[in-house]
């Protein structure tokens, strides 16, 4: 133990880790079942839905928005099991899953305007009468998702230096 605030420790002991799951387990837990079952569900209604034509029924902008929400439970669901396996805050993979979702909005934002019975959200960037260049309401998310991918990949680069030093 060290005797002043400026004296270095030096031992050599282990040291148990800090566990940052131990606070978020069962919310984990709950996010990577829904997150799963919810997976599941979006592939058996991709399969289905396109062996029915089903888009020409909703339309497919509807079509096309269902099936993004549940792209976006498998790659939060790859998130969330690859936090659980590494017992880590911060990953190559959480970060690029979140850059991965970011860019799904961004993508979104300007092909869902494109597609039949798209209804506008109200937020738009470029429109004139029923012509809509980008959804907003897509775009902003996206854009701060990529931050926010930028952004852990710091804390990654961080942690790896600490794992390093340590």
């Given amino acids: 133990m060290c005797e002043h605030e400026n004296d270095f420790d030096v031992s050599t002991e282990k040291y148990e880790k800090k566990d940052f799951l131990k606070k978020v387990k069962h919310l984990l837990a709950i996010a990577i079942l829904l ?23 909703v339309g497919m902008a ?23 396996v590494d017992e880590k805050p911060f990953s190559k993979t959480l970060t690029w899953c979140i850059r991965i979702m970011g860019l799904m909005f961004i993508a979104s934002a300007v092909i869902f305007p494109r597609l039949s019975g798209f209804q506008s ?9 029923n012509f809509v260049l980008i959804d907003g ?24 230096e600490m794992d390093e030093i340590l």
């Fill in 137 to 160: 309401k897509m775009l902003v998310p996206g854009i701060l998702l990529i931050i926010l991918g930028n952004l852990v990949m710091a804390g990654f680069d961080m942690q790896k």
């Fill in 121 to 129: 959200s109200g937020f738009d960037i470029f429109a004139s009468g």
């Fill in 35 to 57: 997150t799963a079952v919810c997976s599941f569900v979006g592939i058996l209604g991709l399969v289905q839905g396109i062996r029915e034509a089903v888009w020409r029924e």
């Fill in 62 to 84: 509807f079509f096309a928005q269902s099936e993004f929400f549940y792209l976006l439970m498998i790659v939060a669901c790859v998130t969330l099991v690859k936090i659980l």
